[in-house]
Nanobody, 119 residues
Framework: QVQLVESGGGLVQAGGSLRLSCVVSGTFFSINGMGWYRQAPGKQRELVARITSSLRTTYADSVKGRFTIARDNARNTVHLQMNSLKPEDTAAYYC?????????????WGQGTQVTVSS
């Protein structure tokens, strides 16, 4: 069974920084894309950043230049470095991983970690 466990959320003042981490555990062949999504109250879940197995990255326009996604394939881990945080970044942040098996692939989600940015 695959599990994604996030850490690193918390309360920070505007302009501050946080680093989110997500560790993937379980039995599988490999990990394809990994990413971070967020969902604020009353809003739909949205993509924040994704990184492919070949380290190609994609960012939401709202976080470009402020957030950086990185992955450690040896440790099955993905990180999100968030700098210059704004109150509008407040949301629950979810880790996502597309896990490859010999018979196909499936998407998995973490339980979420709360990020709150005060003004």
């Amino acid at each position: 069974q695959v599990q994604l466990v996030e850490s690193g959320g918390g309360l920070v003042q505007a302009g501050g920084s946080l680093r989110l981490s997500c560790v993937v555990s379980g039995t599988f062949f490999s990990i394809n894309g990994m990413g971070w999504y967020r969902q604020a109250p009353g809003k739909q879940r949205e993509l924040v950043a994704r990184i492919t197995s070949s380290l190609r990255t994609t960012y939401a326009d709202s976080v470009k230049g402020r957030f950086t996604i990185a992955r450690d394939n040896a440790r099955n881990t993905v990180h999100l470095q968030m700098n210059s945080l704004k109150p509008e970044d407040t949301a629950a942040y979810y880790c996502n991983a597309n896990i490859r098996y010999t018979t196909g692939s499936n998407d998995y989600w973490g339980q979420g970690t709360q990020v709150t940015v005060s003004s």
